[in-house]
């Protein structure tokens, strides 16, 4: 009985409290509305600045006066209109700078409807009317989906008035092909403007050019939009030269296999993406693959070709997945040594698994990552060589291998596979020399 009366009481404060909510949220609305009236009320009857300096919202009227007094000198007719939205009896917007929004819209665009007309959305968010009203006062043609997106965004406050985004959006709603917009890092042509047309809906303006000009070159709609979804793009970002090679290539050999150019898409995306993410067998978290072959070019190949390359790269992606991020390789009974020369402090020590095999041939640049298989099975053991420079904190030379079964040195290489310095080749000597290992590099 007395669970019973507790479970009543506190069912009784539920509802209490949610009238109490309720009731606060009618008042804080309806005195929003009020505020809003006596500001727009105040803001009508001033003349100069200065007539806001009592006011508790002086920086909003401030913004709102120097906006619609830009309107007024550039445009007096756009002018008149807008102070219609101004004065209409119940305040279309809660927020005072969806109003100073819309002045900057009237600024670059005339209306082309009367406000008279406009049927206002049952939705009391501020960005829905905006764009219902936006659209309605200044949209006077039917506009791509991207150019709707952008005129969303511009209403959330996603994209200011002075992005370039914006600027072709006003461009293109007057009736405008973007291929005639200046100032565009890449070029377009009345082809892509169709297209631009026909662009997924999820991407944004900036992609959607991209994509319209991958499929103005000949591209799948399927091709063009899997490589626009996977790349960073904004307006300002040129456009990246491999682009074409991969394009000439598709054209070049149309026939390819929907299988094989599944394989060689994913393949490019990953080598220009700098690599992928994949699950190992040691690690919760995913862990980041480097790509193999970052500056792979299409010129000169064949499918076949490009294929042994991709068969190279899922094979290291495999090895990944099943050898680990732990200390997956064998240790080689050769040592690690330190030489300390004046202040330098060089350190030559294993390579003991894949992630920092990986990292080695992401950092110079060079393709040590190939053989995981090799240190995986013993056959090679990875060795690099360091300058520390402080406490967490080395300076990465050149990167060695070393055949287990002979002990011979077979390669020796810096970065971009560059040939070792004077100092480099001293001290790799000294290494050798005091763990009796052969040396097979003629220039050593």
Same mark, same amino acid.
């Given at each position: 009985m007395a669970n019973k009366k507790k479970r009543i009481e506190r069912e009784l404060t539920l509802v209490r409290d949610r009238e109490l909510l309720k009731n606060r949220f009618k008042t804080e609305k309806q005195q929003r509305k009020d505020g809003q009236k006596i500001f727009l009320e105040t803001f009508l009857k001033a003349q100069k600045p200065n007539d806001f300096n009592n006011k508790n919202r002086k920086s909003q009227y401030l913004f709102l006066f120097r906006k619609?007094?830009? #309107?007024?000198?550039?445009? +007096?007719?756009?002018?008149?209109?807008? #102070?219609?939205? #101004?004065?209409?009896?119940?305040?279309v917007f809660s927020r005072p700078y969806y109003y100073e929004k819309m002045a900057t819209s009237f600024i670059n665009q005339a209306p082309c409807r009367s406000f008279e007309s406009w049927h206002m959305p049952k939705s009391k968010n501020d960005y /829905?009317? +905006?764009? %219902? #009203?936006f659209c309605h006062l200044l949209v006077p043609y039917k506009i791509p989906s991207v150019i709707d997106d952008t005129?969303?965004?511009? %209403?959330?406050?996603y994209l200011t008035a002075e992005s370039q985004e914006v600027e072709i959006m006003f461009h293109m709603i007057k009736g405008n092909g973007i291929h005639s917009f200046p100032r565009l890092n890449l070029e377009m042509n009345s082809k892509m403007n169709f297209l631009l047309n026909d662009a997924p809906k999820h991407l944004r303006l900036p992609k959607a050019m991209w994509w319209a000009k991958i499929r103005s070159m000949g591209v799948s709609y399927s091709i063009a939009t899997k490589l626009v979804d996977n790349f960073y793009i904004e307006i300002a970002t040129p456009w990246i030269g491999w682009y074409d090679d991969l394009i000439f290539f598709l054209n070049r050999f149309p026939d390819i296999g929907k299988s094989d150019l599944k394989k060689i898409l994913d393949f490019i995306i990953a080598q220009k993406k700098d690599g992928i993410y994949i699950h190992v067998n040691n690690c919760e978290e995913e862990v980041r693959v480097p790509a193999l072959f970052p500056d792979f070019k299409f010129k000169g190949r064949t499918v076949a070709s490009v294929l042994k390359y991709v068969e190279k790269w899922r094979a290291y992606v495999q090895i990944a997945k099943e050898g680990g991020v732990g200390g997956e390789f064998k240790i080689s009974p050769i040592q690690p040594m330190r030489i300390k020369q004046g202040k330098r402090l060089i350190r030559i020590r294993q390579i003991t698994n894949l992630k920092n095999l990986a990292l080695e041939g992401s950092k110079l640049n060079h393709c040590v990552a190939t053989y995981a298989g090799e240190c995986l099975s013993g056959a090679s053991s990875i060795w690099s060589m360091n300058e520390i420079l402080a406490v967490g904190k080395i300076k990465r030379l050149i990167?060695?291998? /070393?055949e287990e079964e002979t002990k011979n040195v077979e390669q020796a290489s810096g970065k971009s596979n560059r040939e070792l310095y004077k100092m480099e080749k001293k001290w790799l000597e000294m290494w050798v020399e005091k763990e009796g290992l052969g040396v097979v590099i003629e220039d050593l």
């Open positions: 619609v007094r830009c #309107l007024k000198n550039r445009n +007096f007719k756009r002018y008149k209109e807008y #102070l219609k939205i #101004l004065k209409t009896p119940k305040p /829905v009317l +905006f764009k %219902s #009203l005129i969303d965004r511009f %209403s959330r406050f990167t060695i291998e /070393v």
